[in-house]
Protein backbone atom coordinates (compact mmCIF):
# COMPACT_ATOMS: atom_id res chain seq x y z
CA UNK A 1 0.00 0.00 0.00
CA UNK A 2 1.53 3.67 -0.94
CA UNK A 3 1.24 6.45 0.65
CA UNK A 4 -0.92 9.27 -0.86
CA UNK A 5 0.29 12.84 -0.73
CA UNK A 6 -2.79 14.00 0.66
CA UNK A 7 -1.60 11.73 3.96
CA UNK A 8 1.37 14.07 4.22
CA UNK A 9 0.28 17.25 3.80
CA UNK A 10 -1.25 19.40 6.08
CA UNK A 11 -4.27 22.18 6.08
CA UNK A 12 -2.49 25.93 5.87
CA UNK A 13 -3.14 27.20 9.31
CA UNK A 14 -3.53 30.71 9.91
CA UNK A 15 -3.55 32.61 13.03
CA UNK A 16 -6.74 34.17 13.97
CA UNK A 17 -6.41 37.83 14.67
CA UNK A 18 -7.82 38.55 18.28
CA UNK A 19 -8.00 41.59 19.83
CA UNK A 20 -9.66 43.06 22.77
CA UNK A 21 -10.07 46.55 25.14
CA UNK A 22 -11.26 47.45 28.62
CA UNK A 23 -14.41 49.82 28.53
CA UNK A 24 -15.59 51.85 31.61
CA UNK A 25 -19.18 50.52 31.61
CA UNK A 26 -21.07 47.36 32.41
CA UNK A 27 -21.70 44.17 30.47
CA UNK A 28 -25.30 44.71 29.62
CA UNK A 29 -24.91 48.74 28.27
CA UNK A 30 -21.68 47.82 26.71
CA UNK A 31 -22.93 44.34 24.58
CA UNK A 32 -26.06 46.59 23.57
CA UNK A 33 -24.27 49.80 22.67
CA UNK A 34 -22.07 47.17 19.95
CA UNK A 35 -25.51 45.11 18.48
CA UNK A 36 -27.70 48.39 18.97
CA UNK A 37 -26.09 50.92 17.95
CA UNK A 38 -23.93 49.62 15.47
CA UNK A 39 -25.03 51.86 13.03
CA UNK A 40 -24.28 55.09 15.16
CA UNK A 41 -20.42 54.44 15.99
CA UNK A 42 -18.88 52.30 12.94
CA UNK A 43 -16.72 54.00 11.26
CA UNK A 44 -17.97 53.18 7.97
CA UNK A 45 -14.69 55.39 6.13
CA UNK A 46 -12.68 53.32 5.66
CA UNK A 47 -14.29 50.09 7.19
CA UNK A 48 -17.18 49.20 4.66
CA UNK A 49 -18.25 48.53 0.93
CA UNK A 50 -20.14 51.10 0.32
CA UNK A 51 -17.79 53.88 2.99
CA UNK A 52 -19.05 57.42 1.93
CA UNK A 53 -22.60 55.87 0.52
CA UNK A 54 -22.78 53.80 3.66
CA UNK A 55 -26.66 55.51 5.39
CA UNK A 56 -27.01 53.25 8.07
CA UNK A 57 -25.31 49.26 9.65
CA UNK A 58 -27.63 46.88 10.90
CA UNK A 59 -27.79 43.77 13.15
CA UNK A 60 -30.21 41.42 13.30
CA UNK A 61 -30.23 40.66 17.20
CA UNK A 62 -31.11 36.96 16.53
CA UNK A 63 -29.65 33.43 15.66
CA UNK A 64 -29.48 33.68 11.76
CA UNK A 65 -30.12 37.67 11.82
CA UNK A 66 -28.15 39.61 9.32
CA UNK A 67 -25.59 41.78 9.89
CA UNK A 68 -25.38 44.59 7.08
CA UNK A 69 -25.15 48.39 5.54
CA UNK A 70 -27.04 49.86 3.76
CA UNK A 71 -26.52 52.87 1.58
CA UNK A 72 -28.45 55.91 0.85
CA UNK A 73 -29.63 54.56 -2.14
CA UNK A 74 -31.58 51.79 -0.24
CA UNK A 75 -29.02 49.11 -1.71
CA UNK A 76 -28.08 46.90 1.76
CA UNK A 77 -24.81 44.94 1.19
CA UNK A 78 -24.33 41.90 3.95
CA UNK A 79 -21.66 41.72 6.22
CA UNK A 80 -22.35 38.71 7.83
CA UNK A 81 -24.82 36.33 9.32
CA UNK A 82 -25.15 35.99 13.51
CA UNK A 83 -23.98 32.13 13.71
CA UNK A 84 -23.86 32.59 17.66
CA UNK A 85 -26.06 34.46 20.09
CA UNK A 86 -25.57 34.84 23.86
CA UNK A 87 -27.04 38.54 24.69
CA UNK A 88 -24.55 40.32 26.63
CA UNK A 89 -22.01 37.57 26.80
CA UNK A 90 -21.07 36.79 23.06
CA UNK A 91 -22.35 36.41 19.95
CA UNK A 92 -20.40 35.21 16.49
CA UNK A 93 -21.18 36.07 12.83
CA UNK A 94 -20.04 34.96 9.31
CA UNK A 95 -18.36 37.79 7.84
CA UNK A 96 -18.64 37.56 4.21
CA UNK A 97 -16.97 40.78 3.36
CA UNK A 98 -13.91 38.92 2.42
CA UNK A 99 -13.78 36.82 -1.29
CA UNK A 100 -14.39 33.75 1.30
CA UNK A 101 -16.46 33.24 4.49
CA UNK A 102 -14.31 33.91 7.81
CA UNK A 103 -16.08 34.10 11.76
CA UNK A 104 -15.61 37.28 13.72
CA UNK A 105 -16.44 36.08 17.78
CA UNK A 106 -16.86 39.12 20.34
CA UNK A 107 -17.06 38.26 23.98
CA UNK A 108 -17.96 40.48 26.34
CA UNK A 109 -17.07 39.70 30.27
CA UNK A 110 -17.70 41.86 33.17
CA UNK A 111 -14.63 42.50 35.65
CA UNK A 112 -16.13 44.90 37.49
CA UNK A 113 -19.99 47.05 37.79
CA UNK A 114 -18.22 49.52 35.19
CA UNK A 115 -15.92 47.59 33.50
CA UNK A 116 -16.27 45.11 30.67
CA UNK A 117 -13.42 44.03 28.44
CA UNK A 118 -14.23 42.93 25.11
CA UNK A 119 -12.47 40.67 23.37
CA UNK A 120 -12.60 39.62 19.61
CA UNK A 121 -11.40 37.00 17.70
CA UNK A 122 -11.39 37.10 14.08
CA UNK A 123 -10.85 33.30 12.77
CA UNK A 124 -10.40 31.42 9.43
CA UNK A 125 -7.89 32.89 7.43
CA UNK A 126 -6.85 29.07 5.54
CA UNK A 127 -10.09 29.89 3.73
CA UNK A 128 -8.69 32.53 1.73
CA UNK A 129 -6.08 32.41 -0.93
CA UNK A 130 -2.41 33.77 -0.81
CA UNK A 131 -3.37 36.31 -2.86
CA UNK A 132 -7.04 37.16 -1.24
CA UNK A 133 -5.39 37.13 1.93
CA UNK A 134 -2.54 40.26 0.47
CA UNK A 135 -5.47 41.67 -0.74
CA UNK A 136 -7.54 41.60 2.15
CA UNK A 137 -4.49 42.69 4.33
CA UNK A 138 -2.97 45.30 2.21
CA UNK A 139 -3.96 48.28 3.67
CA UNK A 140 -1.12 48.93 7.12
CA UNK A 141 -1.43 46.80 9.67
CA UNK A 142 -4.28 45.02 7.92
CA UNK A 143 -7.24 43.58 9.63
CA UNK A 144 -5.66 43.44 13.11
CA UNK A 145 -4.55 46.98 13.19
CA UNK A 146 -8.53 48.05 11.37
CA UNK A 147 -9.97 45.63 14.02
CA UNK A 148 -8.31 48.03 16.85
CA UNK A 149 -9.17 50.70 15.55
CA UNK A 150 -12.95 49.43 15.31
CA UNK A 151 -12.29 48.63 19.22
CA UNK A 152 -10.88 52.01 20.65
CA UNK A 153 -13.73 54.42 18.57
CA UNK A 154 -16.41 51.64 19.95
CA UNK A 155 -15.01 51.87 23.43
CA UNK A 156 -14.58 56.33 23.43
CA UNK A 157 -18.27 55.84 22.16
CA UNK A 158 -19.40 53.33 25.10
CA UNK A 159 -17.41 55.91 27.53
CA UNK A 160 -18.62 58.65 25.88
CA UNK A 161 -15.27 60.33 25.32
Known amino acids: MGIRVSD ?9 IRQSTLVRSDQTHTFEVFVRDIGTWWPTRPFSQGEEKVAGVTFE ?11 ADGTTVDWG ?20 VT ?11 ALTRVALEHRGWEQLTEEQLAAATSVPGGYAAGWKQILDIFAKTVEGV
Open 8 to 16: NVRPLRRPP
Open 61 to 71: RELGGRVYETW
Open 81 to 100: EVIAWQPHERFAMTWTVLPA
Open 103 to 113: EVELRFTALGP
